[in-house]
């Protein structure tokens, strides 16, 4: 069997790209996949699965199922796919630049939580130490020094 002629399932493809059942429906809905049937089975293609990968890797980077669409869609080989390969470029750079600053934005989010957090613990450590996460290490603190832990005493 040649390339050209591979099949897979449903069952095939979904353990293959980790995916459910009702995710490749939907992205058959959407259009973005279009397999053949043979009966009540669907029967995907090389080209259903090529798209399939191509709509799970879109998705992690971020792109919306529209915005995949469009760049599968000017799929052409009568132009070596040129159209598409600038189209997906010029995407693909836009969606770096949003998730660089999406990174810088957490970045500075964490520094923020994690200032708040350190205030909030000295806040909590000086009023009621025995509230704190490993309260059993402040009380054994408090019972029996610095040095003597819970289960020594």
């Known amino acids: 069997m040649t390339g050209a002629d591979r099949s897979w399932s449903i069952r095939q493809l979904c ?3 980790e995916v459910t059942p009702r995710a490749l429906r939907f992205y058959e809905d959407k259009g973005l996949l ?7 089975s669907r ?30 869609d000017l799929y052409d080989r009568r132009d070596g796919n040129a159209v598409q390969m600038a189209d997906s ?10 998730l660089r600053q999406q990174r810088e934005d957490l970045e500075g989010a964490i520094e923020q939580l994690q200032q708040g ?15 704190l996460p490993d309260a059993e290490k402040y009380d054994a603190a408090l ?3 610095l040095g003597q832990h819970e289960d020594d005493a």
């Open 89 to 98: 470029l010029a995407r693909c750079r836009r969606q770096l630049a949003t």
């Open 34 to 40: 279009k397999p053949r049937r043979a009966g009540q």
């Open 43 to 72: 029967v995907y293609g090389p080209s259903d699965r090529a798209r399939l990968k191509l709509v799970l890797r879109g998705r992690r980077v971020g792109f919306s199922l529209d915005e995949i669409r469009e760049m599968l």
């Open 117 to 131: 957090c350190s205030w909030l613990e000295e806040q909590v450590e000086r009023l009621r130490p025995d509230l």
């Open 143 to 145: 019972r029996g020094g």
């Open 15 to 17: 353990r293959e790209f």
